[in-house]
């Protein structure tokens, strides 16, 4: 009998993880479970591009529909895993099937955080291309925007939102906005630029309370101020999906549990993407990444080891966010730096920060630079670490180094 892999999710890591195993020569049964029913789309630019109106449903697609039938991905849409059986390598779906697998490769994602007060349940929250139709629809209707949560994605659901001449307010409960993975010197970049647009930042309160008022909201802050919004989004947060997999007995602690070639504690079930809990390398710890990247190394490692080609994962984290004319684009892991150095000009919003520890380099930012930030996943691949001379002499090819 042939091989037979089933994915379950069809986001950056199951997409990446289909390709990658018809690209590497698996000759067996792919299956390909996606809850969501539109054909498979990139979620970055749902708070980007997309909802500017610059991205069409088309451009933001994986692949075309033809691609899994060339490539014999059967590919069920609307369809979810809704029930594991390791000991039989049996999974159910909500279609009522019942697939034997030889491998399963779990790429379910996140769910988006939710509110949890009373009258919060016409809050919006942006994860799938229905919640970016729903909230382009509202967009255009509303005129007074509330923004709950100053992260990457309610920070540029502002500046779209902004740009679309809209009054946006967002509510952060940290003094600083993306407070979790920014220092200052970047952070404050962001939030300068968002007021200069306009945007009003609520910093250092929370939400105490919503309550709907005909078509709008009276939202009372922890500070007793209150704000009227015609549309409220809430960006504050996803928590793994990790309910088939726990219910199956898969070790999970915030994501499901894997090693470095991505098994879970079942070795013929792996684990990928936002789902998933892994001891990276950069951070030194176990934690969870939400990102492009992640998901599609992580695929990319599983599929090496499914193939009898067993490579650890060691890929360099990075991410993007774009708000406005700021590009920025984050190589490394930052937490616990304890100096850094800049290249570049501040002034012009377009520099790089270096972050190290103990004289190491950790992490690198770069806004507005991207020749920088290529050549920091190298630096921090190669685990070469520049001199400050090095870094802030913008002649010097930092290329040089590696
Ligand atoms: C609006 C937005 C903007 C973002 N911007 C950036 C960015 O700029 N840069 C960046 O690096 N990252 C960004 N991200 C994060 C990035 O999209 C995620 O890290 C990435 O999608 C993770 O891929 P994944 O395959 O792990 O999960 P997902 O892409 O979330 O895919 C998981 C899929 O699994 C499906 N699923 C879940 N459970 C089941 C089940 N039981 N049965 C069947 N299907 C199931 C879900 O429906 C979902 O489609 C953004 C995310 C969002 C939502």
């Known amino acids: 009998m042939k091989p037979r892999i089933v994915i379950v999710g069809a986001g950056h890591g199951g997409i990446q993880a289909a390709a990658s195993l018809r690209e590497e020569g698996f000759e067996g049964d792919i299956t390909l479970l996606s809850e969501d029913p539109a ?57 009522g099937d019942t697939l034997t697998y030889t491998h399963l490769i779990l790429a379910t994602g996140a769910a988006n955080r939710r509110l949890p007060l009373p009258g919060a349940d016409e809050v919006l929250y942006l ?3 229905a919640d970016a139709q729903q909230i382009g629809d509202r967009l255009a209707q509303a005129e007074r925007v509330a923004i709950i949560g100053g992260g990457f ?12 001449g809209k009054a946006v307010t967002v509510i952060e409960y940290q003094p600083r906005l993306m407070q979790r993975v920014l220092p200052p010197v ?55 999906e990790t309910g088939l997999a726990a219910s199956a007995g898969l070790v999970c602690e ?34 969870r990444l939400e990102s492009v990247q992640n998901a599609v190394d992580q695929a990319k490692t599983v599929v090496s ?58 992490a690198v930012d770069s806004l507005n630079r991207p020749a920088d930030h290529l050549n920091a996943r190298k630096l921090l691949e190669a685990g070469v670490t520049p001199t400050e001379a090095q870094i802030t002499d913008l002649i010097f090819n930092l290329n040089g180094v590696l």
């Open 127 to 129: 994860r799938t291309l």
């Open 305 to 362: 080891h499914l193939l009898g080609n067993p490579r650890p994962y060691r890929a360099v984290p990075w991410f993007w966010t774009n708000q406005y004319h700021l590009k920025l684009q984050m190589a490394g892991i930052s937490a616990g730096f304890d100096t850094y150095v800049i290249r570049g000009d501040e002034a012009a919003d377009k520099f790089s920060v270096y972050y190290f520890k103990a004289g190491k380099l950790l």
């Open 254 to 287: 915030d994501g499901i549990r894997i090693n470095e070639y991505g098994q879970t504690s079942v070795p013929d079930i792996y684990a990928i993407g936002d789902c998933a809990a892994h001891d990276n390398p950069y951070a030194g710890k176990c934690l």
């Open 186 to 240: 970047i952070s404050d970049v962001f939030g300068r630029t968002h007021l200069q647009h306009g945007v009003q930042l609520r910093l250092g309160v929370g939400l105490q309370a919503i309550q709907k008022q005909g078509h709008s909201h009276t939202l009372t802050l922890t500070d007793g101020q209150s704000l009227t919004a015609d549309l409220v989004v809430a960006g504050i947060g996803v928590i793994a």
């Open 153 to 164: 994605i309610g920070l540029e659901l502002a500046a779209v939102a902004v740009e679309k």
């Open 39 to 95: 054909l498979p789309y990139q979620k970055p630019p749902l708070s980007k591009g997309y909802l500017q109106g610059k991205q069409t449903d088309e451009a933001i697609l994986f692949r075309s529909a033809n691609w899994y039938t060339t490539n014999q991905i059967d590919l069920q849409l609307g369809v979810s895993a809704t029930h594991l059986d390791p000991a039989t390598h049996q999974l159910t779906t909500s279609a």
